[in-house]
Every structure is written in structure tokens, then in C-alpha cells.
């Protein structure tokens, strides 16, 4: 892999399904990249109306969060989005590219905006900007989850477009999604993506709850009657949840934490899950709190953004020149 981008939206709190299908997939293809880049995506966050101090506040939550998580400012390039304005330059002149029919087919804009005319215009573009993103670094592979697969088929339509259209400028990109763990689902309601926006806090795990509060939701989590633990995501899907859970978090092989679970019922999975994920999330937590108000963290966003508006601008040249755009 030459080159990786990503990039998570500081909207609240992080659920373990967010770390587990994408941040912590992050940490684990650092080291087989040339290149990482990672940003905190302010402006796709504006998208739906903010609190602006809470909206600051957590900038700096995700990338601490990144930062506790293991991604290493040597190896990733860490910057908040909005520090580099080629991002928004960029999305102008791929959103003249784009068709109205292929944005009205995004099925995160159907479920959000559900046809509603007072639904925001950033809300329908924003796969683009998403696509500028990722083509400004010359991305080789975006780690996504199933959800963000359709928006990466956009993108790889408009550098497609560009280049037969402008010429030969962009790389095209290949998502990354995990066989295992890639859509994390609810506690409560397994048969849904985990997500902090549901009504009950018992249907998600967030990155820093505490090891009583993990125990508790861990051990309400739904499975079924049957007690017997297999992996079964039609049959079931609680017990198969959990399990892909435990598969992520120790790296394991699912056939053989299946294998270790024989003759033993929900009960053994689920005491062996709370101490896993309190083991992984303990030392995570502890780490952020060393670099959430700390001056290394703003340094490594400055330095950040800078390499990263360096190699943005590159491209950006580019299209401008492609476009016709007189540069001075």
C-alpha cells in the first residue's frame, strides 16, 4: 500500500463500534503503508447543525483518541481537516463533476435526509468532499466500513471522470473492510449497526466508559435461548456480535475462539468478553487523558496539517492546471 486515508467525524462520543471497525484498523495498517494520512473531518461534521463549543471540544477528543489508540505521528500524518483548505478547493471542483442522479442514490442521504426539502445541501455533496479527500493524497487504500462502501464507488467514478475528461491526475483507490468486525452491531438490538445516536446507552460501548459500566452492558447484552455458542449472523446475530467483537479485539482467529467456547454457554462468553475489552480499553483511556490537554497534542496537529497541506497542494496544482485555472 502505498498511500492510506481516512477519517472520523468529531460529532460525540466514540462507541467500541467505531474503534473496532474503523479507528483500530488505523493503528493496524500503519506499518504496511508508505504513506498514512488521518484526519478529524470537521467539515463533514457541519453538515448537520453543531453545538460550536461542542463541536471544538471534540476535535480534540478524536484526535486524542487517535493518538491514545496507537496511531504514531512518525508513521500517520494526524491534522483536523478544516486546517487544510485544499480539501474544500477541491471538493468545489469535483462537485462540478458530479451528477445529480448519482448523489441522489446515496443511501446515507436517503436515511438521514429521508426526502425531506428543509435536508441540508451539505448533507447531499458531501460524498463529494469525502471523495476530495481521499484523491488530494493520491490514496492507494481507504479503510471503510460497509456503510462508506458506496461513497468510495463515487469517488472512484469522479477520479474516473476526471481523468478520462483532464487527464491522467488521480490514482484510484481501493477500500479496505475488514472480513471480520467491519459493522459492529448493538447490544440491544443486534440486528442494527452500534450507534451512539440510540435511544438506550445499554445498546453501545463507548471508548471510555468505565469497567463497571462495560460489565453491566456486556453482560445485558441480547443472544438467544439456545446457549449454544456458534457463528450464525442470520441465526444469531447477538451471540455472532459478541463473538466478532472478542475476534477483533484479540486478533483471534474465529474458528478458534468458537473451538474454545465448546460444552460452555453465553455466560463464559460474556465473562471472558467484559475482561477482554476492559483489558484493551484500559490502557487506551489512560493515554488519552495524559495527551487530551497537552501541548504534544496541538504540536502534532500543527506539524500535521503542514506536510499534509504540502502534499495536498500538489494535487491541487494539478487540477487547477487540468482545469484551466490561471495560477499567478
Known sequence: ?????????????????????????????????????????????????????????????????????????????????????AHAEASWMLTCLSRMGELNRMTQFKDKGRGSDSAGVGLFTYPVLMAADVLLYQTTHVPVGEDQKQHLELTRDLAERFNRDYGEIFVMPEPLIAEVGARIMGLQNPENKMSKSDDSDANYITLMDTPKEIEKKIKRAVTDSENAIYFDEENKPGVSNLLSIQSVLTGQNMDNIVQSYEGLGYGALKKNLIEITVDHLTPIQQR?????????????????????????????????DALGLVRL
Do not use: W
Open 288 to 320: 488519552y487523558q495524559e495527551i487530551r490537554h497537552s501541548e504534544e497534542l496541538t504540536n502534532i496537529l500543527r506539524h500535521g496539517a503542514e506536510h499534509a497541506e504540502a502534499v495536498a497542494g500538489e494535487t491541487l496544482k494539478k487540477i487547477k
Open 1 to 85: 500500500m502505498k498511500c492510506v486515508f481516512s477519517g472520523v467525524k468529531p460529532t460525540g462520543i466514540i462507541t467500541l463500534g467505531n474503534y473496532l471497525g474503523a479507528i483500530k484498523r488505523f493503528v493496524d495498517v500503519q506499518d504496511q503503508a508508505e504513506q498514512n494520512f488521518y484526519s478529524v473531518v470537521d467539515l463533514h461534521a457541519l453538515t448537520v447543525a453543531q453545538d460550536p463549543k461542542e463541536m471544538y471540544e471534540n476535535t480534540l477528543n478524536i484526535a486524542a483518541v487517535y493518538l491514545a489508540v496507537g496511531l504514531d505521528p512518525r508513521k500517520a500524518t494526524l491534522f483536523v481537516q478544516s486546517h487544510v483548505p
